[in-house]
């Protein structure tokens, strides 16, 4: 059975730097893994993603430049490393894992992805 267990998250002021982690376990087919979160009263966001394959990739506008999305441990642990956090980044996140490529499974979709775990928690204070 698939599992994907986050961790990481906390609170944090405006400015400074936070990484989370996802650690996956059970094999399962997932050429495209990434973050998506959900503030609270809104919805969830995809945030980022990376083809397991070859490393690229893909952010939405308002974390590009400042969240970076990797994997390591033989691409069974991925992170986002959210540097120069705001306010506005304040949600719950999640690690998800697509059945697509990325090229197919839009980062704006990640919220929709196959498998996710159960969040991890992000507080930004002004």
């Known amino acids: 059975q698939v599992r994907l267990v986050e961790s990481g998250g906390g609170s944090v002021q405006a400015g400074g730097s936070l990484r989370l982690s996802c650690a996956v376990s059970?094999?399962?087919?997932?050429?495209?893994m990434g973050w998506f979160r959900q503030a609270p009263g809104k919805e969830r966001e995809g945030v980022a993603t990376i083809d397991i394959d070859n490393g690229s990739t893909y952010y939405i506008d308002s974390v590009e430049g400042r969240f970076t999305v990797s994997q390591a441990n033989g691409k069974n642990t991925l992170f986002l490393q959210m540097n120069s956090v705001k306010p506005e980044d304040t949600a719950m996140y999640y690690c998800a894992a697509a059945a697509s490529p990325c090229t197919l499974a839009p980062v704006e979709h990640a919220a929709s992805y196959t498998y996710r775990g159960q969040g991890t928690e992000v507080t930004v204070s002004s």
């Open positions: 059970g094999y399962i087919y997932r050429p495209c």
